[in-house]
């Protein structure tokens, strides 16, 4: 039981400038992955929007049957594109860009410059 604390070093041997190298290293791949993920969080706010804009336009034409609505003549079911709450969310993102342009961009790189992970806003 003794021989535990012989394998941890009373001293990092990488020293405070190794410490500091790496805690650069370290802040440069952080940095990368939010960036990364505010990239990914872009494309998914451009697809739901697309997605609302094509689901509400396929209605329209009556391509897609309301819910609820009984179905015929080849039409696909709502619940065969979307759920009730993807469409929800899709709809909400498309509307706050059109009230406010930049909304979700402004959003996501404030999220980004405050360092905090983005999966809060997915």
Request: hydrophobic letters at 45%.
């Amino acid at each position: 039981m003794g021989h535990a604390t012989q394998l941890v070093p009373a001293v990092s041997p990488i020293g405070s400038d190794g410490f500091r190298r790496f805690k650069f290293a370290y802040d440069d791949v952080m940095s990368a992955v939010y960036r990364s993920q505010a990239n990914a969080l872009m494309i998914e706010a451009q697809a739901e929007r697309r997605l609302a804009d094509e689901y509400d336009a396929a209605q329209a034409r009556g391509e897609i049957g309301r819910p609820g609505a009984h179905i015929s003549g080849g039409k696909m079911r709502a619940s065969e594109v979307a759920t009730p709450l993807e469409l929800h969310e899709a709809r909400a993102i498309r509307d706050a860009e059109l009230a406010d342009p930049g909304i979700v961009q402004r959003t996501v790189e404030a999220a980004v410059a405050e360092g905090v992970g983005l999966d809060a806003l997915a």
